[in-house]
């Protein structure tokens, strides 16, 4: 049989937004703005369905998606339901599970654990439902700028062919490639979360029944050295990760092969011991090194960023989707905004950024707590009034001001126990 060589694609000259890249937050801002009538192309490098790790929906993901027209084909889904997240400590022992549906009662307490490949695609389909003309296949080669303008893309086919494509805006959601960010030397990475994570999928290990099944776990080392993820999956199959000090997990070791790492780190968290007894694990090591960082803009003229192409937290409370599809509505509505008005400069592309950034700094400062020491059941026993805020937090509740009543509390029960280890 005689392979047929690609075929070249034709692309009309210009556009009204460009989006690069068919992620969670690229699709988002496509979809957004053509819903409200505007001219959107897609471009993305790979054929869906492909790989990426993040498999966990937090409750508030749900209003997004339900903006998107997603939520009906969610249901419709083979993904594993989630219903709560659960901690275990460095001793194996479990926290009483954060039921969401336990502090807001509405249909975004149910959310989903969902295998990337399936969920991108989704998402990607739906975004073409809508009227965003997809392109995969497609390679952004450069994002082109006229002075500090961006004016469009050059792109090529799997033909390698090359097109240069004119538009009003490029919404740049090209993930940790950054393209923008990278070009323009915008990325700050955290000073703090210098972390990395090694991680694999499990057939055959032990879940829960009942609303507990998709349970997010979140699991201290033995040593608080670092913690693990297990998030159930649909097909029997369990998403099992690593996360610990960059050093710590891949340099300062003998043995820095993955797989090893990998096998040593599971044997030192108490909370795993038997549930991985009658498993397999079904595909090799994957390992992610260094990767919170941030951009120091959300926009420029004719040019904005969104998911992790402005910015990656840290996979501890599943926040990336979120973030992701938060950013790409933001966005979204944003950008037809500034085509309305024909004002396409950065303070009006990016209106949304500092409220976007101090909804993460919410999730951020949580993050650093708990690489602290931070223990939620100490935190509710001592301040008992503030547990709905923490459970605000979990369920991504980031962009809500009032959270910022934690602040306080949080810094008593740190000098608390500074005071107790002295």
Request: hydrophobic fraction near 40%; proline fraction near 3%.
């Amino acid at each position: 049989m005689v392979e047929r060589s690609p075929e070249a694609v034709t692309l009309p000259e210009q556009t009204e937004v460009i989006v690069v890249g068919g992620g969670p937050a690229g699709t988002t801002a496509a979809t957004i703005a053509a819903q409200q009538g505007r001219c959107v192309m897609l471009f993305e490098r790979e054929r869906f369905p492909r790989f990426h790790v993040g498999e966990s929906l937090i409750p508030e993901t749900f209003w997004t998606l339900k903006r998107l027209g997603m939520v009906e084909r969610l249901r419709g889904s083979r993904f594993v339901e989630k219903h709560s997240v659960q901690f275990v400590n460095e001793k194996g022992l479990l926290s009483a599970p954060f039921y969401f549906v336990d502090h807001r009662d509405d249909e975004s307490s149910q959310t989903w654990q969902v295998r990337r490949a399936e969920f991108d695609e989704m998402m990607l389909r739906n975004a073409e439902s809508h009227g965003v003309k997809v392109h995969e296949g497609m390679r952004v080669l450069e994002v082109l700028f006229d002075g500090t303008r961006a004016t469009g893309v050059r792109v090529a086919d799997e033909a390698g062919n090359i097109s240069s494509i004119a538009s009003k805006v490029v919404v740049d959601a090209s993930g940790q490639a950054a393209m923008v960010t990278s070009r323009l030397g915008l990325r700050e990475w955290d000073p703090v979360l210098k972390k990395a994570a090694v991680w694999s999928y499990w057939k055959g290990a032990a879940r829960g029944t009942g609303r507990d099944e998709g349970a997010t776990l979140v699991m201290q080392l033995d040593d608080k050295q670092g913690w693990l993820w297990y998030i159930p999956l649909n097909d029997d199959v369990v998403s099992v990760g690593v996360v610990a000090g960059y050093d710590y997990l891949l340099q300062d070791r003998e043995n820095k092969s993955p797989e090893t790492v990998y096998a040593a780190e599971l044997e030192r968290c108490p909370g795993l011991h038997g549930r991985l007894d009658n498993a397999t694990k079904i595909e090799s090591v994957r390992v992610a090194k260094e990767y919170s960082y941030r951009a120091r803009d959300v926009a420029g003229d004719g040019w904005v960023l969104v998911g992790d192409a402005f910015g990656f937290l840290d996979p501890l409370y599943s926040s990336g989707i979120l973030l992701a599809l938060k950013s790409g509505e933001l966005a979204g509505d944003a950008v037809v905004a500034a085509l309305q008005e024909n004002d396409l400069s950065a303070s009006r592309l990016g209106c949304w950024g500092e409220d976007y950034v101090r909804g993460m700094d919410r999730m951020r400062r949580l993050v650093y707590e708990f690489y602290d020491g931070f223990n939620f059941g100490r935190f509710v026993k001592r301040f008992p009034h503030l547990r709905g805020h923490v459970t605000d937090l979990l369920i991504g509740d980031l962009f809500n001001e009032r959270l910022d009543e934690i602040i306080e509390p949080l810094e008593i029960l740190r000098a608390e126990q500074e005071a107790a280890a002295r």
